[in-house]
T-cell receptor, first 112, second 111 residues
């Protein structure tokens, strides 16, 4: 079966711009989570969506937002980009319960 | 903050078993132990999880101590492709907790 698909794989943006990243979960998975990974901070949780509702949110500023659609696909948006937002953004989907996450390959965002 | 403690790095000879320890002394009764690994610049890969019994799958074995305060991930015959950062995480799915990743253990499999 197809894995978690994230698009685009690479992105270069300028400070002050906004960006939207997309994630298509494994078919049947209703939970989608987003993580930011940087060399200094490691993997940090951004938010989780389940059935179009945000269920959990990490400690990130309001510039970071997300949503989930009825087909479970999810997007995250970062507005007013800062240099420090340069990171690998990872999406993961899950069936829920004790099931683990399946991660996508990520979107590498570079802010210049 | 992560509820687990892992050594920052370990080496293992190719073909030998790699035993990666994890301490989770504050684990609660409903929390499962999960292991993931991340090979450079890829998304983390699920390996195995367990509650209190030992578990085995095609990738690895998970040994959880009787008091559940620590666990060991065993890769029975490490290969060069097992070189990665290994993360041990505890999570209570009943409360919809997210996975909290610590710094993990960087395992280097040496030829």
């Amino acid at each position: 079966k197809a894995g978690v698909t994230q698009t685009p794989r690479y992105l270069i943006k300028t400070r002050g711009q906004q960006v939207t990243l997309s994630c298509s979960p494994i078919s049947g998975h209703r939970s989608v989570s987003w993580y930011q990974q940087t060399p200094g901070q490691g993997l940090q949780f951004l938010f989780e969506y389940f059935s179009e509702t945000q269920r959990n949110k990490g400690n990130f500023p309001g510039r970071f937002s997300g949503r989930q659609f009825s087909n479970s696909r999810s997007e995250m948006n970062v507005s007013t980009l800062e240099l420090g937002d340069s990171a690998l953004y990872l999406c993961a989907s899950s069936l829920g319960g004790v099931s683990g996450y399946t991660f996508g390959s990520g979107t590498r965002l570079t802010v210049v | 903050d992560a509820k687990t403690t892992q050594p920052p790095s370990m080496d293992c000879a190719e073909g030998r078993a790699a035993n990666l320890p994890c301490n989770h002394s504050t684990i609660s009764g409903n929390e499962y132990v999960y292991w993931y690994r991340q090979i450079h610049s890829q998304g983390p890969q699920y390996i195995i999880h367990g509650l209190k019994n030992n578990e085995t799958n095609e990738m690895a074995s998970l040994i959880i101590t009787e008091d559940r305060k620590s666990s060991t991930l065993i890769l029975p015959h490490a290969t060069l492709r097992d070189t990665a950062v290994y993360y041990c995480i505890v999570r209570d799915h009943n409360y919809g907790q997210n996975f909290v990743f610590g710094p993990g253990t960087r395992l280097s499999v040496l030829p």
